[in-house]
């Protein structure tokens, strides 16, 4: 995990910059070297799995136009020299090394953490004077690109017609740097940006999500249908003849709210259900679960902790969150991930606090609980549903209940 960026400590930057204003980071990630080049892009562009697009300045005699991959490798080979920019999306959830970078920024909420999106353009590419809703360090892996900075924008800002991209009309620009690999630029929600690449290069955009309330809302919505209080029907307490027919009771919105306001504090429901939202995986196909033939029991997983050989990981595109709450009087642990909840008692803690804090799981500090029947089953069913994954592992051929755990 980072302790500075640049020059100053990432406890000056959460103070002054985050989600407050833009900072140029020189020598964030000192000689790095990306694990890709435009070549393994590409290849990735053609994967029906992968989100990706090309971005182009212009074409067809109309300006910023997109389109979604997968694309052909024969399209890919043979685009044009300049006017246009590869993006592929959530290149953590299907690479290793690029998924051990977000363990640089472990200083900040796992469950703000959207992906890393990497942005391919030859010399003069570009995506346009855009900005984005959320939080994102664009990091430099190879080759120069130059950044222009804008002022804070919001939906209301004219954009570019005939265009589906929200590009700026009238950008503003008020600061600009040259990156070089292993430069960073921060910038908060709503500042206006305009990247070019100086030479063939990649820009690794490591994007930081707040999912709106009326997205949280939607999705708890979602949650909450299956839950049996809210299979009773909507209460009618008419008595009397009325005088209109049209009125709708105050009782009806009094029976409405209470119904509403026992959701809310149930705190056991509201943790599960926002923990199985925001730790839901980007993509569909991005944390399989193991075949039957291949799957662990809790004495597979104990005999696992046992060897040193075996490294415990993350599966990349897995999702790790946890919160702490008191109910009855008593302490216990709501443990999400991948759109799953386990609800535990507190001395499980320390186990899930392991689990939650990094990419690469300290197998170390997960020996102690070899010995704990309950903690294997927890283990092995996260093996099983693919949420961890054991390398090193050579396998011939009761867990947890993800709400009563």
């Not at 049209?246 to 009782?251: E, R, T």
Request: glycine residues 6%.
């Amino acid at each position: 995990m980072l302790t500075h960026l640049g020059d100053i400590s990432v406890a000056d930057f959460l103070a002054h910059y985050w989600q407050k204003k833009p900072l140029i980071i020189r020598g964030l990630l000192p000689g790095y070297e990306c694990p890709l080049d435009e070549n393994d892009l590409a290849g990735l562009a053609t994967e029906e799995e992968v989100e990706s697009r090309l971005v182009y300045e212009e074409l067809n005699g109309q300006p910023w136009q997109l389109e979604h991959g997968p694309f052909s490798i024969e399209k890919l080979e043979n685009m044009p020299h300049q006017g246009w920019t590869l993006l592929v999306q959530g290149l953590d959830t299907w690479v290793p090394e690029i998924a051990d970078l977000l363990d640089r920024f472990r200083f900040l909420p796992n469950w703000r953490v959207d992906d890393i999106m990497a942005s391919f353009a030859p010399p003069g590419g570009s995506v346009g004077p855009h900005f984005d809703h959320y939080d994102v360090f664009l990091i430099q892996a190879t080759g120069a690109r130059r950044w222009r900075i804008g002022p804070p924008c919001d939906d209301q800002s004219p954009r570019v017609d005939g265009t589906p991209l929200r590009i700026l009309q009238n950008f503003e620009q008020t600061e600009e740097w040259v990156l070089e690999p292993g430069d960073a630029l921060y910038l908060p929600p709503g500042y206006a940006h305009y990247g070019v690449a100086e030479t063939s290069c990649i820009t690794l955009s490591v994007g930081f999500r707040s999912p709106t309330y009326a997205e949280l809302m939607s999705a708890l919505a979602d949650d909450w249908f299956e839950n049996p209080a809210l299979s009773t029907h909507l209460h009618d307490a008419t008595e009397a003849p009325l005088s209109n027919p049209g009125l709708i009771s105050d009782d009806v919105f009094a029976d409405i709210r209470s119904r509403l306001q026992a959701l809310l504090d149930d705190e056991a429901g509201l943790r599960r259900s926002f923990g199985r939202f925001i730790s839901a995986p980007k993509f569909d196909a991005a944390v399989p679960p193991l075949d039957a033939a291949m799957r662990l029991s809790p004495e597979d997983a104990g005999e696992s902790l046992q060897d040193q050989e075996i490294q415990w990981r993350w599966n990349e595109g897995s999702r790790y969150t946890y919160s702490l709450y008191e109910e009855a009087g008593a302490r216990r642990v709501m443990f999400a991930v991948d759109g799953e909840a386990y609800d535990a008692d507190e001395r499980f803690a320390p186990l899930v606090e392991i689990l939650c804090r990094s990419n690469n799981v300290d197998r170390e500090r997960l020996l102690p609980w070899s010995a704990d029947k309950d903690a294997l089953k927890l283990l092995s069913s996260l093996l099983n549903r693919g949420s961890l994954v054991l390398e090193g592992f050579d396998d011939d051929e009761e867990d947890w209940d993800d709400d009563d755990a």
